[in-house]
C-alpha cells in the first residue's frame, strides 16, 4: 500500500489523487455534509434522514455522476491516462459516460420520486460501484496499475458511496421517512372497495 502511495507522489512530494471529477467528488461530498447538516437543523419537522439521503442522492450520485460522464465523453484521453490506458478513444470511453449519466438522471430523479425509487436507484449504484472498484483492485493488484484513477479517490468513491447511500436509505427507513412507499388514504379505498371486486365481463354477481 505505502509503495502505491509512492509511486503516485508527483515529484514535489505532493500527492497526485488526479484532477477532475475527483476534485468534484470531494467538493460534493464536503457540499452535501454542510448542507444537510444546515438544512436538517433548519427543518427540525422533517426526518434528518430525508435530509441527508436527498443531499447525497441529488449531488453526489447525481449531478458528479453526470460531470464524471462528460469527463468520458469530453476529455477521454487524459481521462484514461489517468486510469492507466494509453488511448482514450476508444468505445469504452462513450460506454462508461453512458453508465455514470443514467445513474447521475436517476440520481437526480430521486429528489421527486422516493420510496421504492430510491432503493432501486441505490441497487443499481450498488451494482455499478462495486463492479468498479472491483476491477480498479484487479489491475492495481495484478499489473500493478497505481495512476491516480485507478487507486485514487474514484476507487474509494467506489467503495464507500454504496455503504452510505445504503445506511442513510436503512436510517429513513427506520425513521419512517421517504425511503418507505406511503400509500394515500384514497387509494386504500379504492383498493378495498367491493367494485373493484367484481368480474371485468358479464352480468355483475348477486
Not at 500500500?1 to 514535489?12: K, S
Not at 467538493?27 to 435530509?51: E, K
Request: hydrophobic share 45%; aromatic share 12%; glycine share 12%.
Amino acid at each position: 500500500m505505502l509503495r502505491a502511495v509512492n509511486e503516485i507522489r508527483q515529484h514535489d512530494g505532493t500527492l497526485k489523487l488526479g484532477k477532475g471529477v475527483g476534485m468534484f467528488t470531494i467538493v460534493g461530498v464536503i457540499v452535501a455534509l454542510i448542507g444537510a447538516f444546515v438544512q436538517s437543523r433548519r427543518h427540525r419537522h422533517r426526518p434528518a434522514a430525508d435530509i441527508h439521503m436527498l443531499w447525497w442522492m441529488v449531488l453526489i450520485v447525481g449531478v458528479v455522476s453526470i460531470i464524471g460522464a462528460g469527463y468520458h465523453v469530453f476529455d477521454g484521453e487524459r481521462t484514461a491516462e489517468l486510469i492507466g490506458y494509453t488511448r482514450g478513444d476508444g468505445g469504452f470511453q462513450w460506454e462508461n459516460a453512458m453508465g455514470d449519466l443514467a445513474i447521475g438522471v436517476v440520481g437526480l430523479m430521486a429528489y421527486r420520486f422516493r420510496g421504492h425509487f430510491w432503493l432501486a436507484t441505490i441497487v443499481v449504484l450498488t451494482i455499478q460501484y462495486v463492479g468498479d472498484a472491483a476491477g480498479h483492485i484487479y489491475y492495481w493488484v495484478v499489473e500493478n496499475n497505481t495512476n491516480p484513477y485507478n487507486i485514487g479517490v474514484p476507487l474509494w468513491t467506489d467503495i464507500l458511496l454504496p455503504i452510505v447511500m445504503w445506511a442513510l436509505y436503512a436510517w429513513s427507513w427506520h425513521s419512517n421517512g421517504d425511503a418507505v412507499r406511503k400509500v394515500s388514504l384514497s387509494h386504500r379505498a379504492r383498493r378495498r372497495s367491493p367494485a373493484r371486486c367484481r368480474p371485468a365481463y358479464g352480468p355483475a354477481t348477486r
